[in-house]
């Protein structure tokens, strides 16, 4: 159970953050404000309904519930994995940012219908969607998840 902890506090960790810099954003910019940090960065108040790169942004609310759902779903089996592997420590340090990263998200599609993102990264005039920290913890994650699973592959312990 000390374990479970350890990983359920990453993944506040990532929450907290998340939740702080979604706050200082939506407290300091108008929606669709930009100012550019660098000539490749940006800061920009975007809310996007959808899921990963804005996808189904425009489907007419019935996303938010769909998504919310997935995340409530997602987040209770990742606990269980967590609870079942504690050994494994990469395994659940990738868990655990998923999950901090699942319901930072999932704490704004509840609260306001959207979420925050606000992290613009561009080259030229072609921009990557904008993200936020959670989004970040959430692919960190699952980037970790795949090294680990060549690192110690099925079958082999």
């Known amino acids: 159970m000390p374990s479970l902890m350890r990983w359920l506090g990453s993944s506040a960790l990532v929450i907290i953050l998340d939740q702080i810099s979604k706050q200082w954003i939506s407290s300091h910019f108008v929606y669709g404000e930009s100012r550019a940090v660098t000539d490749f960065f ?5 809310h996007n309904t959808g899921a990963a790169f804005s996808m189904l942004n425009d489907a007419g609310g019935w996303q938010r519930w769909l998504f919310s759902a997935i995340a409530v779903v997602a987040s209770t ?3 269980w994995l967590l609870y079942r592997h504690p050994q494994q420590k990469l395994f659940c340090f990738s868990l655990a940012l998923i999950l ?3 319901l930072g998200n999932l704490i704004d599609r509840i609260s306001f219908g959207y979420v925050v993102d606000f992290l613009d990264f561009h080259w ?4 990557f969607p904008a993200f936020n ?3 970040s913890a959430i692919s960190c994650g699952a980037a970790l998840l ?3 699973s060549f690192m ?3 079958g082999r312990t």
Do not use: F, Q, R, S
């Open 42 to 46: 940006n800061l920009v108040l975007a």
């Open 77 to 79: 089996w990742i606990v």
């Open 100 to 102: 901090g990263g699942a």
């Open 124 to 127: 030229g005039t072609h921009h």
């Open 133 to 135: 920290v959670a989004d």
């Open 146 to 148: 795949l090294l680990e």
């Open 152 to 154: 110690h592959p099925k």
